[in-house]
């Protein structure tokens, strides 16, 4: 026997992928190198796991086949989980923006000043839980919870709600505009560390697809299931496979690197090979100098026979 409404599956089995991403990405963030695209993507998933899971407590309120009216308190929870689900919403759109920023580049006055989005954003919640941004419905709009009537006792929308839907329309097409954006040489960003760059845009196309289908048919008075848990779940796993993918080449870059570095054929004077000087120099400057190595200018130390990575070439 379910303990849930069938109809609202789709967003359990989005908290369960997404829950597990974020945890094994923090993993991987704090043990395997601390990249911050790692954190950033894994503190993403987190927020949307966390919304995926409000929604299906959401629409699970109700219980099909039960009177809307006899479930106590219905609506002033269907409040209060809103409310909490938009609080999150926020944290999601300053924590998007700043993954493309860092993904891309920009050196735009947001990028530059990214915690002054996330302090706006952050001040901006009070306001969800103020009526004039949600208020508690007092009649159901269906008799029961059924997937076409989700949730029974949707919240009134108020005034402040037209801001937040035009903030989130905005925070999408700055993202597909930065990501579709020709990068500039000089950006210094980290796309290299995502090698499926269409997948990542395909993936960001997705999930603003599926909020602006949401908000159109909440417009229109529709309380029936929501598509984002949808969007977020196939955003989560194609950013995953690229971020993943990203490590694998760069560690095998790294091993053809000292392959190289390893079996480089000729040698400087007195038996050093180059790539044993280049590895000494920069990390001798109170130490001494291989005998033979050039000193570069400006830099102290004595010669001597002495190599400190001690790649000494027979």
Known sequence: MLYFNTFTLHELVAFAVMAPLALLFYVIYWKFGRRHLDLLYASLVACCAAVALLTFLIENLVPAGTPAREVVGAAERTVLLSRIQYAFGLVVMALQLHFVFRYRGARSFLARHIGLVYALLLAAIPCIWSNWFLAPRAQPVGPTSSWRVAVPFLPEDGFLVLPYVGLWLLVQATTLVLLYRPASRRSGGEESALPFGSLVRLSFVVLAATALVDIILAASGWAGIALIPAGAVLISVMV??????GRLDAERQRQRLDREASTESWRS???????CCRRCRPGCRASSWPVGAVRPPG???????SCPCRMETG
């Open 240 to 245: 995953a496979a690229a971020l993943m993918k």
């Open 269 to 275: 004077p007195r038996g050093f090979s180059r790539a």
């Open 299 to 305: 830099r102290a130390g004595t010669p001597t026979t």
